[in-house]
């Protein structure tokens, strides 16, 4: 069992910069695959960037490739998603996941959710 408490988000003008941290707690936090996902208002949740296990190798969306980084420190069982040069487009409540398959991360299908964190950034 893993439980996810995402902190973090806020509000920021466009081209500002927010860091995400989801802390875990529960069993095993270093073996499972981790990923970060959003949902705006009136559409669909979708993936946003994942770091494996145990490769740690990273995934992120076309949609925030080169402004936005997801790392994980195992020693503190926490993932982060750092934010850059936020669109307002990127407006949406943020949620981690985790699951023992990276494929499931990747596809959204996790096992374990965080709660959310709402991320508004204004134009």
């Known amino acids: 069992q893993v439980q996810l408490v995402e902190s973090g988000g806020g509000l920021v003008q466009a081209g500002g910069s927010l860091r995400l941290s989801c802390a875990a707690s529960g069993s095993s936090f270093s073996i499972y695959s981790l990923g970060w996902f959003r949902q705006a208002p009136g559409k669909e949740r979708e993936f946003v960037a994942a770091?494996?296990?145990?490769?740690?190798?990273?995934y992120v969306a076309d949609s925030v490739k080169g402004r936005f980084t997801i790392s994980r420190d195992n020693a503190k069982n926490t993932v982060y998603l750092q934010m850059n040069s936020l669109k307002p487009e990127d407006t949406a409540v943020y949620y981690c996941?985790?699951?023992?398959?990276?494929?499931?991360?990747?596809?959204?299908?996790?096992?374990?959710w965080g709660q959310g964190t709402q991320v508004t950034v204004s134009s």
């Open positions: 996941a985790a699951d023992l398959s990276a494929g499931r991360v990747r596809t959204g299908k996790c096992d374990y």
């Open positions: 770091a494996s296990y145990p490769a740690s190798i990273a």
